[in-house]
């Protein structure tokens, strides 16, 4: 397992705390975290980092996504000593080697099927190039890529026309089959803002908290007539962004009034009203974190309240 001890390097010798800044198309695999059989983000990953440190890698992430949902602003950090730093390196700076390298062997890991992989060829070329490495650095002291992290920004992309329904952005876009009003989504939008019981909107997990702090939630139509959503908040507990643009979707139809996102939410009940919308279209955009200086207190507050 990762070790949860802040970065450094320790005058001991102890552990460096390593950055991994990703993007990825998560329709090629069953979602983030590692499912025995699947191809997920997070086993690919490891795996690569395996063949390079030649050992187990376990990272940590700043959010886990469903099957189908995808990322520009992933974080992700893994611990490494000092000598399994330094001789990534070769003849390179080892931030730099480890980000040429590892994307070479997701690449190459990617495009041949292994024997143990008991899947079409098809679809095991399917996933590459579905992750890209943005960065590789080492992390502050006190960094932890979930437990440090102030707020996470996602965008969920709507078509509610026909004549805006392209099908080179399909993969990415929620085809809604009737108009929705922007604004009387806004409005529900606004009800469920703040420190809330999100409980109707999560699928809680063993031992975990469903009370967040939504930050942002809004609907803006662009010049080509596509509708943006917008979240942020601390956290997102699981399916919570999605059944949050579920329920405005049903507002925005005409399906329910505005106050009935905000009702639900208050209802504290999670049953067949709540509504699901599609996972493709959904995009983690953005991880924030504090300064250096404020990584380990905010990794300390965050893992309080959620255990």
């Not at 063949?51 to 187990?56: A, G, N």
């Not at 962004?241 to 049903?250: E, K, P, Q, T, W």
């Not at 919308?277 to 990794?299: C, D, F, N, S, T």
């Amino acid at each position: 397992m990762t070790s949860e001890r802040p970065a450094v390097p320790y005058p001991d010798g102890g552990l460096l705390r390593i950055r991994l800044d990703l993007s990825y198309d998560g329709a090629p695999f069953a979602g983030w975290a590692v499912q025995p059989g699947l191809p997920t983000v997070q086993g690919t990953l490891e795996a690569a980092l395996a063949v390079l440190f030649r050992r187990p890698v376990r990272v940590t992430v700043a959010g886990r996504t469903d099957a189908g949902v995808h990322a520009r602003g992933q974080v992700v950090h893994f611990d490494a000593t000092e000598r399994e730093w330094l001789a990534i390196a070769r003849d390179k700076e080892p931030a730099v080697a480890l980000q040429r390298r590892l994307r070479g062997v997701l690449n190459r890991e990617l495009t041949v099927p292994l024997k143990e992989q008991h899947v079409a060829r098809r679809a095991v070329e399917a996933r590459a190039g579905a992750i890209e490495v943005s960065g590789v650095s080492l992390a502050p002291e006190g960094f932890d890529a979930r437990f440090s992290a102030l707020w996470r920004r996602y965008s969920y992309r709507i078509a509610d026309r026909e004549e805006n329904w392209d099908p080179l952005l399909r993969s990415v876009t929620l085809w809604n089959k009737v108009p929705v009003s922007d604004d009387a989504m806004n409005e529900a939008a606004a009800g469920v803002l703040g420190v809330q019981d999100f409980l109707s909107f999560c699928k809680p997990r063993q031992g975990a908290t469903t009370i967040r702090e939504l930050q942002e939630f809004s609907f803006t139509r662009g010049p080509d007539g596509i509708l943006l959503a917008h979240l942020q908040a601390d956290a997102f507990c699981h399916n919570m962004v999605r059944s949050l643009i579920g329920g405005a979707l049903l507002v925005g139809a005409g399906e329910r009034r505005p106050q009935w996102l905000a009702e639900r939410m208050f209802a504290r009940v999670r049953d067949s009203k709540s509504k699901l919308a599609p996972p493709h279209p959904l995009v983690l955009e953005e991880v924030r974190y504090p300064e250096p200086g404020q990584l380990l207190a905010r990794a300390e507050a965050t893992r309080a309240r959620r255990e």
